[in-house]
T-cell receptor, first 113, second 114 residues
Framework: GENVEQHPSTLSVQEGDSAVIKCTYS??????FPWYKQELGKGPQLIID?????GEKKDQRIAVTLNKTAKHFSLHITETQPEDSAVYFC????????????FGAGTQVVVTP | DGGITQSPKYLFRKEGQNVTLSCEQN?????MYWYRQDPGQGLRLIYY???????QKGDIAEGYSVSREKKESFPLTVTSAQKNPTAFYLC?????????????FGPGTRLTVL
């Protein structure tokens, strides 16, 4: 079955610096890769996603890159702010496996002022 | 407001009791899901449903049961057979049409067994 590995498990950055989280997947049929942000005691919120027909997508301070050959994708947060502190999850899915996402274990990001 | 609601937010259960967690969505999504989240771990799929009156087991279905009598509702029962039920439970929904089926999550229910 499909497996998604996520690194690092924890990430501490100074406010204003960049944060990068990397995920690796195993199923070559995967073609949809969402990223979720989960604040303490709340459900995950979709923050950005990327589909296999593009290599990079940006939304203000957040960007995601995809390397299908190497089977990995990354989340980049620039100019980090204290409100970026949360757990971030990556996920992967193939279009012929509706709804059955494989999630990474999560990265705890702490932004220190 | 459109979204997914879960209740209660916190739930305490004595050993040997069954408890039911509520999940309702008004997004008109066909598919609904239940996940379990333990500290430091990713989301594990318990059950999922594509349509009313139909559902399938996920990766960790033992000790859980669900029903899907209405499109909007997908309650999860944690039975006494679940040996380690203390966890954070997340409900999600997604459309079926389209190739990507983005999932949207509810706020979660934290279950603690006393």
């Amino acid at each position: 079955g499909e497996n998604v590995e996520q690194h690092p498990s924890t990430l501490s950055v100074q406010e204003g610096d960049s944060a990068v989280i990397k995920c690796t997947y195993s199923d070559s049929a995967s073609n949809y890769f969402p990223w979720y942000k989960q604040e303490l005691g709340k459900g995950p919120q979709l923050i950005i996603d990327i589909r296999s027909n593009v290599g990079e997508k940006k939304d203000q301070r957040i960007a995601v890159t995809l390397n299908k050959t190497a089977k990995h994708f990354s989340l980049h947060i620039t100019e980090t702010q204290p409100e970026d502190s949360a757990v971030y999850f990556c996920a992967a899915k193939a279009t012929d496996s509706w709804g059955k996402f494989q999630f990474g274990a999560g990265t705890q990001v702490v932004v220190t002022p | 407001d459109g979204g997914i609601t879960q209740s209660p937010k916190y739930l305490f259960r004595k050993e040997g009791q069954n408890v039911t967690l509520s999940c309702e969505q008004n997004l008109n999504h066909d598919a609904m899901y239940w996940y379990r989240q333990d500290p430091g771990q990713g989301l594990r799929l318990i059950y999922y449903s594509q349509i009313v009156n139909d559902f399938q087991k996920g990766d960790i279905a033992e000790g859980y049961s669900v029903s899907r009598e209405k499109k909007e509702s997908f309650p999860l029962t944690v039975t006494s057979a679940q040996k380690n039920p203390t966890a954070f439970y997340l409900c999600a929904s997604s459309p079926l049409r389209g190739p990507y089926n983005e999932q949207f999550f509810g706020p979660g229910t934290r279950l603690t067994v006393l």
